[in-house]
């Protein structure tokens, strides 16, 4: 059963006839007698007397047409609730992200500025401790942020809302030695040529790294993740990344890159997600936008640049 077919029932109850209420409806009078038979066909009634002088209901489809105009009804009622609801939430949403998942924001921005055109958005770019500072200060009220074992205790006050959790790997050029692998310890990767990102998650994955194993040949650092993915495809390095963050882009190219686990290391765990103070009640606004975040992600909306 289609909101549709109850639309027609109702319209052509009204007109008398399929003609007419074909014309009201601006559609074909062949969609109309289809759709009813359709409706009649899954309730096992008729609904219409059909004769040269009109369309007539019958007993069985003056209840259905009650029924239908009652859930009809009940459906502009919920959209003017919800479009009320829209224009109460109002004012201002403040938003701070790292750069690697900027990108991640459009499609649910998108979404949340079509249905609450009334809120003004401010977003900012910042490092990760910028972002953090900035939900402890006030002066954003949502933070997109990597977390992971080192960044814990600076994030006491603040509620951390896991959107992707994920493992630290190291992805090679499909003509590198190690390909043939499909693992590689911290000893390999000490002879090997970097290329890192410039993040605060894999700053702290590479400092660790080098207190325990010593120092690494670093070729460069960038935030331009195209670059790094170029470098390692033109075979001038290696690189680390999270193995949630090249399912959203282009890094894996499966038949030019690959991906190898760490082994005699122990598992370096991150999550990418949002973060809120837990002093502060959230806005309406935030728990809306916090709503329209999950939501991309879970469907993997995120995934369209």
């Known amino acids: 059963m289609q909101i549709e077919q109850l639309e ?11 003609s007419t209420a074909s014309k009201n409806l601006h559609v074909t009078q062949s969609a109309v007698s289809q759709s009813i ?19 007539i209901p019958t007993d069985e489809g003056k209840k259905v047409i009650q029924k239908a105009y009652e859930i009809i009804t009940k459906i502009q009622e919920l959209k003017l609730e919800m479009q009320s609801v829209k224009m109460v939430v109002k004012g201002e949403l403040k938003l701070a992200s790292i750069p690697t998942f900027m990108t991640f924001l459009l499609n649910p921005l998108a979404a949340f500025k079509a249905d609450f055109p009334n809120v003004n958005l401010e977003i900012k770019e910042q ?26 205790d600076k994030t006491e006050d603040l509620e951390f809302l896991p959107l992707i959790k994920g493992e630290m790997k190291v992805y090679v050029p499909k003509n590198s030695p190690l390909a043939i692998y499909d693992t590689v310890t911290p000893h390999d990767l000490i002879n090997q040529t970097i290329v890192m990102y410039d993040g605060d998650y894999v700053k702290w994955f590479v400092n660790n790294f080098l207190q ?6 670093i070729l460069f650092k960038s935030n331009n993740t195209d670059v790094i993915r170029k470098a390692v495809l033109k075979n001038l390095a290696i690189t680390f990344s999270p193995d949630w963050y ?9 038949d030019k890159i690959k991906m190898l686990h760490i082994i005699n290391h122990h598992p370096v765990n991150m999550a990418f997600g949002l973060v809120y103070s837990k002093k502060r009640p959230l806005s309406a606004s935030s728990a809306k936008f916090i709503k329209y975040v999950e ?4 469907t993997k909306d995120h995934f369209t640049n």
Do not use: W
């Open 295 to 298: 939501k991309a992600f879970q």
């Open 246 to 254: 090249p399912r959203n882009h282009e890094l894996p190219l499966k």
């Open 37 to 55: 038979s359709c409706l009649e066909e899954e309730l096992g009634v008729t609904l219409f007397h059909r004769s040269r002088t009109g369309t």
């Open 212 to 217: 325990q194993f010593g120092p690494l040949n």
């Open 8 to 18: 027609y029932v109702i319209e052509v109850a009204k007109a008398g006839t399929i």
């Open 127 to 152: 490092e990760t401790q910028e972002v953090v500072d900035s939900v402890n200060q006030g002066n954003v009220d949502i933070g997109m942020i990597a977390i992971h074992e080192g960044l814990k």
